[in-house]
């Protein structure tokens, strides 16, 4: 009974997650910023975002039926998801992304579409509300033989005056999100010698001033 719950519980959390994930408010954003570039007669740009929109479409729905994929999966998901959102802003956010050289991509394997909330949180919670320099950046390394760590980082308002601009909002699904995130992370620790680790840090410069926030999640490989 015990593993029947337990197996109960982690198809709600999958179909929560995929919900999350293919939320209407992005699908319908998503292909009206697209319909701009056809209305506009950017036949190219339509084009192309039109793929990246139906590949990531696509990989979200392959994820949804695994618990786990490779890391390269859920990185290549992670840049389309961004270049998508990107569109809204016009292309105005700098997204890198720098994986270290002794990490095996495929052997990898983490929680599917795991990264997603967070950079949702950035982009809408973080960069939205700037009108110019919207930096996002990614980091994966390995830290010693026994966590996959990602790192990342966004150069927006900081949480504390997202979360007041939050709290005006009728709209609260990111928070729902992360929590469903968390659960994932637990379940997904279970099965390893160590546990996952998630930190969000505050970012302030010299005059004590936010200058964004940094997500560190951290999943054990043994």
Do not use: C
Request: net charge neutral; charged share 30%.
């Amino acid at each position: 009974q015990r593993q029947l719950r337990n197996d109960k519980r982690i198809i709600t959390l999958e179909q929560e997650m995929l919900r999350n994930q293919m939320n209407p408010h992005f699908i319908f954003n998503s292909l009206n910023s697209i319909k701009l570039y056809i209305i506009n007669n950017e036949k190219e740009n339509a084009v192309y975002y039109l793929n990246k929109f139906s590949k990531l479409i696509r990989k979200i729905l392959s994820s949804s039926m695994v618990e786990v994929i490779s890391l390269n999966d859920e990185l290549e998901t992670t840049e389309l998801y961004v270049n998508i959102e990107n569109i809204r802003f016009n292309n105005t956010i700098n997204f890198q992304m720098r994986v270290e050289e002794d990490i095996n991509l495929e052997s990898i394997k983490i929680p599917s579409l795991i990264l997603q909330p967070f950079l949702e949180n950035s982009i809408w919670h973080g960069l939205s509300s700037k009108n110019e320099d919207r930096q996002l950046r990614i980091h994966v390394e390995k830290e010693q033989s026994e966590f996959l760590k990602i790192e990342i980082q966004d150069n927006g308002i900081g949480r504390k005056k997202a979360g007041k601009i939050k709290q005006k909002k009728i709209h609260k699904r990111n928070s729902v999100g992360i929590a469903i995130t968390e659960e994932r992370l637990k379940n997904f620790a279970q099965s390893m010698h160590n546990d996952y680790d998630l930190q969000f840090i505050d970012l302030y410069d010299d005059n004590d001033e936010p200058t964004g926030t940094k997500v560190i999640l951290k999943f054990p490989l043994k």
